[in-house]
């Protein structure tokens, strides 16, 4: 199974909400990635999660607050967003972080627009 | 610091024709990985192909092949056959230096046309 999810597929939110986008995976991976892409663009790396702790953090503002409860499961919480990070939000996985020669496996993403 | 170029932003095939997508990078790191990534429009980004940078032969999965040039540092995938459904954007990547994050590049979008 070589599947990534990611949940919800859409999202519409304000900017004054609180919501949050969900990985999984179960390929036994041990390096977990967010990313966003705006459109006509290459993604963009935000965050790397490694064996379960946060190893980069791209500078990504605090309004983007990353958890990974176990090796599986990966979340992107979000907070008092703006228009301009409205995007496509990709989520990876690759069998493990510090080798160049694994594959990152992605989601289908979620879209989302704030307002 | 690594750098991916693709240098056509977009391109058409006639359907069952064969066409290549250029890439080429840079990297002073002596190990790293390249990879191919399709986007269709619904968003997810499938991997397609990965070449080595130490593997002698270059690689195949099925219709896609990877023309490795380790001297003039290009990795440009070939599709063979194309089909409608090949119609996408093509991103090509690297994963190596510090870090080991996967840099990619602006990527083609390839149109199909029956």
């Known amino acids: 199974d070589t599947e990534v999810t990611q949940t919800p597929k859409h999202l519409v939110m304000g900017m004054t909400n609180k919501k949050s986008l969900k990985c999984e995976q179960h390929?036994?991976?041990?390096?977990m990635y967010w990313y966003k892409q705006k459109a006509k663009k290459p993604p963009e790396l935000m965050f790397v999660?490694?064996?379960?702790?946060?190893?980069i953090n791209e500078s990504v503002p605090s309004r983007f607050s990353p958890e990974c409860p176990n090796s599986s499961l990966l979340n992107l919480h979000l907070h008092a967003l703006q228009p301009e990070d409205s995007a496509l939000y990709l989520c990876?996985?690759?069998?493990?972080?510090?080798?160049?020669?694994?594959?990152?496996?992605f989601g289908p993403g979620t879209r989302l627009t704030v307002l | 610091a690594q750098k991916i170029t693709q240098t056509q932003p977009g391109m058409f095939v006639q359907e069952k024709e064969a066409v290549t997508l250029d890439c080429t990078y840079d990297?002073?790191?002596?190990?790293?990985?390249l990879f191919w990534y399709k986007q269709p429009s619904s968003g997810e980004m499938i991997f397609l192909i990965y070449?080595?940078?130490?593997?002698?032969q270059n690689a195949t999965e099925g219709r896609y092949s990877l023309n490795f040039q380790k001297a003039r540092k290009s990795a440009n995938l070939v599709i063979s056959a194309s089909q409608l459904g090949d119609s996408a954007m093509y991103f090509c990547?690297?994963?190596?230096?510090?870090?080991?994050?996967?840099?990619f590049g602006g990527g083609t979008r390839l149109m199909v046309k029956p």
């Open positions: 990876a996985s690759s069998q493990d972080g510090t080798s160049a020669y694994n594959e990152q496996f």
């Open positions: 390929m036994g991976h041990r390096a």
């Open positions: 999660y490694s064996y379960e702790k946060l190893s």
């Open positions: 990297t002073s790191d002596p190990s790293y990985g």
């Open positions: 070449q080595g940078s130490y593997d002698q």
């Open positions: 990547a690297m994963r190596g230096g510090a870090g080991n994050m996967l840099t």
